[in-house]
């Protein structure tokens, strides 16, 4: 990509957001943090956040300097869910009276795909995306971390699908993407009860990773996960396994077989070979 553009995403990201907080935490690393950043709110996920999450990923997507992203959330919890009630919710603005129920009906559904393909732009940035999970983690905000291609929690955090404590279904992407991670029982468990799971739970069923003593050894952790990775084999291997997640495994290996057959031989690969020749870590070139 030519060097304009990913300066232009650079600046961008110098000018902020209204709901995160978007660093570079460590210049010397090539991981970029994306923080929610509502604290006194509990990190609800308001219409800023549902605009700003995309465009974050977007931009992170355009910077070469950026082979990995966290996503982390600032003050005691990580995600209290969708804010209900604020001003600009469309799940909860009054319809006016007298207003035709099949284009009231057809504006909800259009501003429930724009806030779901606001939380799937997180599976589309080519960049792997770490969630970095402490407190509570409740509604949306595991519709949000269901996105992630990584998990990881310190202790304290627990998890809740509270939706159908609110009479609605959850309809934002846990439903799709939970029983692809912990299996569709442990789904159904999570989705049907709205019981609140531990991160000891969480890690038994596959919904994290690794488990951290304390947020302060999460961060730690989490920061090491994208040094000395090639990210053109990064970003290849989360796009494959995306592909190959909905596909037959027969599929699956004719698409790696061809992306391969196009992608194999690059500057990447040579370094790797030589640096494991001469001892030494490979330096691997940006995209």
């Known amino acids: 990509m030519a060097s304009g553009g990913s300066s232009d995403a650079e600046a961008e990201l ?14 010397a690393a090539a991981v970029y943090e994306v923080r929610l950043s509502r604290p006194a709110q509990r990190n609800a996920l308001s219409p800023d956040s549902f605009a700003e999450i995309p465009r974050a990923m977007a931009l992170l997507d355009r910077v070469p300097a950026a082979r990995a992203v966290v996503l982390s959330a600032a003050g005691p919890h990580f995600c209290a869910g969708i804010e209900l009630g604020g001003p600009g919710n469309p799940l909860t603005a009054p319809f006016g009276r007298g207003a035709d129920p099949a284009a009231a009906a057809e504006g909800l559904r ?9 939380l799937t732009a997180v599976e589309l940035c080519r960049k792997p995306v770490i969630a970095a999970v402490h407190g509570a983690c409740v509604g949306g905000g595991v519709d949000l971390v269901a996105a ?16 159908v404590d609110m009479a609605i279904v959850a309809d934002l992407g846990a439903l799709q993407r939970l029983p692809r991670i912990v299996g569709y029982g442990n789904a159904a468990d999570l989705a049907l009860t709205g019981r609140r799971i531990t991160a000891a739970e969480a890690k038994e069923m596959g919904l994290v990773s690794r488990v951290f003593d304390s947020k302060q050894e999460l961060d730690a952790g989490v920061a090491k996960i994208a040094k000395e990775k090639s990210a053109n084999a990064v970003m290849g291997t989360k796009a494959v396994l995306l592909r190959s997640r909905d596909i037959t495994v027969e599929q699956g290996l ?21 640096a494991f020749m001469e001892k030494r870590k490979p330096v691997f070139s940006k995209l």
């Open 14 to 27: 110098r000018r902020g957001f209204k709901a995160l907080a978007v660093t570079r935490p460590d210049p």
């Open 110 to 118: 259009r501003a429930i795909l724009g806030m779901q393909a606001a």
């Open 148 to 163: 992630c291609d990584i998990r990881y929690c310190s202790k304290d955090a627990t998890f809740v699908l509270k939706e």
């Open 254 to 274: 004719e698409h790696v077989a061809t992306w391969n057959s196009g992608m194999l031989r690059s500057n990447d690969l040579v370094e790797a070979i030589k």
